[in-house]
Structures are given as structure tokens and as C-alpha cells.
């Protein structure tokens, strides 16, 4: 699933080709990408047709378009596979094609929703007082916010009694985060993914946020990552990060600081990936 860096550069994208434009069609192709839509696809067309859209914005993993003078959002939940491509007319579609939107003014160009394996979808939902999309107001600010709060974050994790990779992920804590980042940022701090959160003092708490915000400074620099071509920018491009992952998806080749062969350990239906001499495990308790 797309993570903090990859939303941003669609969001930023989206920003650029459909900010201030009005729908004049939107074309449901599959009915589970608007799955989430309580009133379902037929609703979701004539919800949307005549709206202009604003600018998008972001909390996390979380990409919305707010409809001007509407109280309302367009939320995109991109999945495993989903993408918004801004695509010429004429340009041919999609195998994958699920949604479509044409807009009223000469331009030229639509935005479609590509989802191979429909995990993803768009769906029109009321905006809480803080701008956020109701469904998602539990959502917690993420790292690059300039509203995050460090200090409480750093309180939250000694409250919560438990493991630090566990807590990375938890996006009611922070969000952003994935699996991806979460070891990237681990590595970079030398902590171990099952070192308890109850023994981070509020300096290496501290650290592990200017590493966090590090690796997705420098992912978002380049276009986020792409280990296939599922991930992709509103231009159809393919981020580069994946060539300066330091742990994710490097096992068995060596440290980039100590050498030792990087580890892949099963976890909650996901792996990790770490250096055994330079994130040391915890001891038992």
C-alpha cells in the first residue's frame, strides 16, 4: 500500500490537472471502487456531476478532494494497486479502468481510477470542522505536519505498552507510516522492531522522529517508491527510491554501514527487515 511519500506525489500531481476544475461527467466502471459509497455508483455520478473541485489535500496515506461550496469530499483510498491518472482524451484506456471523470473545460484531459486488483476505490463523504473527511477523522497527524505534536506523541508511545515498529504503524499515533518507512527509519535509528516503546526515553524518541522524517523526506524527493509498476504519479512515472533502501527488501546483502548480511523476519503478515549486529535485539524480559 502506497505510504506518506507516494500519496504526496499524486497529491501534489492532482494539485497541478484537476484543482478548480468542474465535473462534467463521471463515468463508474466497476461498482467496487465506489464500494465505500453508501449511495453506490449511480449516486456517486450525480453527486458528482457540476462540482468543481479543490485542492487536494492529505493526512498520512489519506488523499481527498474537497467539492467547493459542497461541505463534502471526494476521498481516494488507493489500496494495493489503485492509481489517478490524468490522461489525455484520446488516450487509449485502461485494462484496469474502474472510474472516469471528464471535465467542462477545453483542456483536454480526465482523470481515471486504475485499480487491478479493486482493493482501492473513490467515495463522497461530509467534511468534519476540521476539513478532514468523517470517516478518517480518527486519523492522527502525520510526521511532516507542522501541527504534529512531538512531545505527545513521544507521551503516547511510553503510555501505550508496546513494541516500536507496532507503534510506527499505528495510524492513530502517527500516520504516514508504513512498512516500507517504518524499517528504513528503524535501521537509520539502530533500534530493533520489537524494542518495547516503554524504554524509549524522550531523546531517542526524538531521534527515531528525525529519522522517520528523513527517509520520507529523501523517498519524497524522488518520486517515492516503486517495486513494480502498481505505483505510479498522476503521469504514469514510477518513483526511484527503491535504489536507496538501506533495509526493506534487502535480505541476505550487507549493511551498508557494518557489512553483516541484512535479516527478513516474518510479522504480523508482513516481514521486516533488519541488520542483526546493528539493531540489536531486546533481551527477555
Not at 465535473?23 to 471502487?33: D, K, L, W, Y
Not at 495510524?171 to 524509549?200: C, F, K, M, P
Amino acid at each position: 500500500m502506497p505510504e506518506l511519500p507516494e500519496v504526496e506525489v499524486v497529491r501534489r500531481g492532482l494539485a497541478q490537472w484537476v484543482a478548480g476544475r468542474t465535473v462534467g461527467e463521471a463515468e463508474v466502471r466497476h461498482p467496487r471502487a465506489v464500494r465505500r459509497h453508501a449511495g453506490g455508483g449511480t449516486d456517486f455520478a450525480a453527486r458528482l456531476k457540476g462540482r468543481t473541485l479543490g485542492e487536494p489535500r492529505r493526512r498520512g496515506k489519506y488523499l481527498w478532494i474537497p467539492l467547493a461550496d459542497e461541505g463534502s469530499a471526494l476521498l481516494a483510498h488507493l489500496g494495493m494497486s489503485g492509481q489517478l491518472l490524468v490522461q489525455p482524451e484520446s488516450a487509449p484506456e485502461e485494462k484496469h479502468l474502474r472510474i472516469r471523470l471528464r471535465f467542462t473545460d477545453d483542456r483536454r484531459t480526465e482523470l481515471r481510477f486504475v485499480d487491478q486488483r479493486t482493493f482501492g476505490g473513490l467515495s463522497l463523504h461530509p467534511e468534519t470542522a476540521g476539513g478532514l473527511p468523517d470517516v478518517i477523522a480518527h486519523i492522527a497527524r502525520d510526521p511532516l505536519d507542522p501541527e504534529f505534536d512531538d512531545e505527545a506523541f513521544a507521551a503516547a508511545l511510553r503510555r501505550k505498552r508496546t513494541t516500536v515498529k507496532r507503534a510506527l504503524l499505528d495510524q492513530s499515533l502517527i500516520s504516514g507510516v508504513g512498512n516500507i518507512y517504518a524499517d528504513e527509519a528503524l535501521w537509520r535509528a539502530r533500534l530493533h522492531y520489537e524494542r518495547e516503546t516503554a524504554t524509549l526515553t524522550r531523546p531517542r524518541t526524538a531521534e527515531l522522529l528525525t529519522h522517520v522524517r528523513d527517509v520520507m523526506t529523501a523517498a519524497l524527493a524522488q518520486g517515492g517508491t516503486s517495486f513494480d509498476a502498481l505505483y505510479v504519479n498522476v503521469n504514469g512515472e514510477s518513483g526511484y527510491f527503491d535504489r536507496s533502501l538501506d533495509a526493506y527488501g534487502r535480505e541476505d546483502e550487507p549493511c551498508r554501514r557494518c557489512g553483516a548480511p541484512i535479516s527478513r523476519r516474518p510479522w504480523m503478515n508482513r516481514s521486516s527487515y533488519f541488520c542483526p549486529r546493528c539493531q540489536r535485539a531486546p533481551r527477555p524480559a
